[in-house]
């Protein structure tokens, strides 16, 4: 349970391993815990707009420029982590199918028996996942094989629970990177490629001004860059 003095942050689940990463270290230097919040960029947007307690806000670049504009986020805080790509994922010890053209990613979607990924409405892979089946004129027949959670790391863990055969997964590089039991298989072919700039912020209600922005400062500090790269953060240019 959240004391008085834990750091709220609400977090894209694309962050959720950078944040749990650094959290212990904050709390060595600062005494503070952190209160992570982690889910699809649509859900953590609405929860943070239905005046849920927030210190520390990371989403979309687009959307936390946003949220600046109408005054939720302090603009002159907002600091980019880098980019994260969309890739597939299967559980670990399976084969990994080819994906490296439109060609062999189709079979690969094709054949799979499921179909696991982030909420095709709130979660920028989910989203980019359907237009990609549909573009590879894969979405009739593949939809009843959909197995659909409400952020990349649930389906990541769900992918790595399930014992059928040929399972495949696809979501955003950071969360099959910090899921234990799933493997990356790879990113997707550049003419799928989805690359999702996030950046963190500071809540303007925020009741702990001073940490959010030391803990801001800590996850985006060159000290760090090692750290965003394993993760599956990439400069963004």
Sequence with gaps: MSTAVDLVVLSAGAAKGLVEALAGPFRDETGTDIAGTFGAVGTIREQFLDASACD???LT??????????GHVVRETIAPLGQVLT?????????HPPIADRASLRKCFADASALYCPDTLKATAGIHFVKVLD?????PEVAPRLREHPSGAIAMRALA??????????TQVTEILYTPGVELVGVLPEEFRLATT????????SAQ??????FAKLLTSPQQADLRKRGGFVTAG
Excluded at 61 to 70: F, V
Excluded at 209 to 214: D, E
Aim: net charge positive.
């Design 56 to 58: 520390v806000l990371i």
């Design 61 to 70: 670049a687009a959307m936390l420029d946003a949220l600046a504009g109408t």
């Design 87 to 95: 890739g597939v994922a299967v559980r670990a010890g399976d084969a």
């Design 135 to 139: 573009t590879l004129g894969l979405w």
């Design 161 to 170: 629970g399930d014992r059928a055969p040929g399972l495949v997964g696809c």
């Design 198 to 205: 996030y950046s963190i912020a500071i809540a303007s209600r």
């Design 209 to 214: 001004p001073a940490l959010a922005r030391r």
